[in-house]
């Protein structure tokens, strides 16, 4: 399965895939530096840079292959719909609680930010809704809640909103 990503996505993808790749000589050259300073066995600086330069390794293998399956969407909704990058002001009665997110792309999901993934069932539910309108979240097949649209604010693609890394 490709992931939906904006061309801002893969742009913000290629460029941290670019400044990870200029670290790789540095991080070659610390490994080379710590593995030269004795007993392997017992040499925490080693092991730490060889766990920094297998992280950057994988951080860019994971980029790589986002970026060779990706599927470019584009963002658009109608004015009085919710849309990919709108904020949205709602209501939970389950909780008696408003809550204000914004509808992302999956590379962009961070909950604590209150950026939500169009993939999440939180995201579905509200793509399309309109200000007025009251959607049910499916969680699974046994938990679900009502949610009220109160306000959209039409949101857009740019490199305000950070991509998320693992």
């Known amino acids: 399965m490709n992931d939906e990503l904006t061309q801002v996505d893969i742009d ?4 941290e895939l670019a400044r990870r790749l ?9 490994v ?7 007993d392997l066995s017992e040499n925490d ?9 297998n992280a ?9 292959g986002m970026i060779k399956t990706a599927r470019v969407i584009t963002v658009d909704s109608a004015a009085d719909e919710v849309g990919l990058f709108d904020e949205v002001e709602v209501y939970i009665p389950k909780y008696d609680k408003t809550k204000t997110v914004r509808i992302v792309t999956t590379l962009r999901n961070d909950v ?9 069932p939180f995201g579905k539910a509200l793509l399309g809704a309109h200000a007025g309108d009251t959607v049910t979240v499916v969680a ?6 009502d949610v009220k649209v109160i ?16």
């Open 12 to 15: 913000k993808m290629k460029e």
């Open 22 to 30: 200029e670290m790789m000589p540095a991080l070659r050259a610390e």
């Open 32 to 38: 080379k530096r710590t593995r030269e300073l004795g």
């Open 45 to 53: 600086e080693y092991r730490t840079a060889k766990r920094e330069i």
């Open 56 to 64: 950057n390794r994988s951080r860019m293998r994971y980029l790589e």
């Open 112 to 120: 604590f930010t209150d950026n939500i993934s169009k993939e999440s």
């Open 140 to 145: 699974n097949e046994k938990n679900s809640y």
């Open 151 to 166: 306000s959209i604010k039409k949101g857009k693609d740019d490199d305000t909103l950070p991509i998320s890394s693992f």
